[in-house]
């Protein structure tokens, strides 16, 4: 039995006490050890990392491995702990570390980005990249406990943040109603403070999520995936960043949802005008994104999918506040709601 | 929760229904395939690998992984199957390869030596080998179910069973009195006779002390390391197989259990007169091994173990049939016994 409800110990700054800093092994994304010199200097095992997806390729991870080896000068065994120390890849990366090295030594998560602190730490999906491909190899690991620190978080600035609420208003939409109110109500907060006050809420909507099908079995995981169906395709195309990716992502999918009359227009006014009030309309509209061909929509969603032309996409539509409903479509039904809205161009 | 007893299924040839040979990827050790080109021949994705530790190597997997990757061309998803079909090191690598390729693919192990029939390919144990570390990274993931085919593992002739016997003679030692005994009754059988009629009972009564132990948390799987600690060491000094390793492993750790009183005079005989009249006796005898220096051996001990020279070593003793006792030793007691067993000398 794997426990996927991770504890989840909220601290202002890096508790004293938690560790056996003779004993534990700290990864830890090299930016964030310059900022805060002070947590690696108290673990004597300490293998830092660059952070990015070029740290989760299969290719350079037994180079990792051995390097990691090569640090402990005393016999490894599975009650040795493994602290990561970072954003989304670096916990991927010490995630899947943790769960082959012996198979399996114990893990503890302390994200240092918004996103992974709210989404990829949580749910014990971990994931290495073969070739360009992302997240071809990995295991269901869950941490035994996430670390959430307030001065860690509050670190990354402004822009960090904005990315962040995009899988915060995914998840608040999706669990239960008075979620989404909650987390719009003081629009006018900066939004570090916003999604510091909603962080343990959204982590336990999604864990509940995770809880019903941990194994990505039952298809009700898939629900996680909403809005991020055109944002991968956005974040490849544009090369923007994975949150803002996100929320662009979540308006196609609440425009498509409105438009073929699954849910109201009165809510989903109200959604776009909360975007509005938080400032993350003007955001968005900052980029002036040059429409993509239709082509090359197609290659994208087809590659992030790995699913061949003639697939259905299990698209998440919203019905309501706190109710997403997973829908196959066909890829031409995708390409010419695309077409659509206005993010691509026949030829 | 994840199932550890894999279902059985005993087969004169190898089966003409069970997979679906348009979807399922076979990985098979190239010198069975030249005995039985058969088998490849069914599936649509076969992956021919050379059997062995390099097969293991974790510096090497990267490339088996985009390799099999490449092979695939559909979509892949976690209900494809990977059937592996070999030995030990086929096993421990399919395995491991099955249990990390989209977070998990199904798994059924097809043994082809009697050593994995009986011992590896149970208990949900894969590895692979960091530099010459054996086992360093690995997942527990047990395969559905494991093939027990006849012709198959008949092939291999009769220097193999007789190693096979070492691993089978094991489980039956720990296993209930009555094992032992039923698997000594007829000697004069041929050894691949025996380990046939006796292959299911051996594998349930691995399974039995898996099951209660699965992920190794409470010491009780360490039961199935008797006759490993010194068999290890053999294995590496003299390059001699597994099997034949084990087997010598036994009459030490026996003969140690009789002499500091643990296990009586009268059943050491028994057993000692059973290995005689099965002629396993005879055939450890041809070998005459010049004994080895003690500091070899602590040297062997420490890396097998991974252990520093003040730790202690968890040994499997034997206090009556079915009746292993795991004790903690020092290092110097064991070079001690090892020393009057005759296997090294001083300086």
């Known amino acids: 039995v794997i426990n996927f409800a991770s504890q989840l110990l909220f601290y202002e700054t890096f508790p004293q006490n938690l560790f056996d800093f003779e004993k534990d092994l700290l990864i830890i994304d090299q930016w964030v050890d310059q900022q805060y010199p002070a947590i690696a200097k108290k673990f004597k095992y300490v293998y830092r990392v660059q952070a990015g997806e070029s740290l989760k390729s299969l290719t350079a991870f037994a180079q990792h491995v051995e390097a990691v080896l090569d640090l402990w000068d005393q016999p490894l065994s599975r009650n040795h702990c493994v602290v990561s120390c970072g954003g989304g890849s670096v916990g991927d990366f010490s995630g899947f570390l943790a769960s082959i090295l012996k198979r399996g030594l114990r893990l503890v998560q302390c994200p240092t980005t918004w996103l992974s602190a709210i989404d990829s730490a949580h749910g014990g999906k971990t994931a290495l990249n073969v070739k360009s491909v992302k997240n071809q190899v990995g295991t269901f690991y869950p941490a035994e406990s996430v670390l959430l620190i307030k001065e860690l978080l509050q ?19 999706t669990d239960q109603p008075s979620f989404f109110h909650e987390l719009t109500k003081n629009p006018e907060l900066k939004h570090e403070d916003i999604i510091w006050q909603n962080l343990e809420r959204a982590i336990q909507a999604k864990n509940k999520i995770v809880l019903q099908d941990p194994f990505e079995t039952k298809g009700l995981r898939k629900i996680l995936n909403f809005g991020h169906t055109l944002g991968h395709v956005i974040e490849a195309h544009y090369q923007v960043s994975h949150g803002e990716s996100v929320l662009q992502g979540l308006y196609f999918a609440i425009e498509w949802s409105a438009k ?23 955001w968005l509209e900052t980029n002036q994104f040059i429409p993509m061909k239709l082509a090359r929509v197609q290659q994208l969603v087809m590659f992030d999918k790995k699913i061949t032309s003639d697939a259905k996409i299990d698209f998440v539509f919203l019905a309501d506040f706190g109710l997403a409903k997973v829908m196959p479509v066909t890829l031409p039904e995708f390409l010419s709601e695309v077409h659509r809205q206005g993010w691509a161009v026949d030829v």
Do not use: D
């Open 260 to 282: 073929c009359g699954l849910l109201p227009e009165a809510q989903s006014k109200v959604i776009f005008q909360s975007f509005e009030k938080m400032k993350l309309q003007s």
């Open 155 to 173: 670190q990354q600035g402004p822009e960090r943040a904005q990315e962040g609420l995009g899988e915060l208003i995914k998840v608040a939409l």
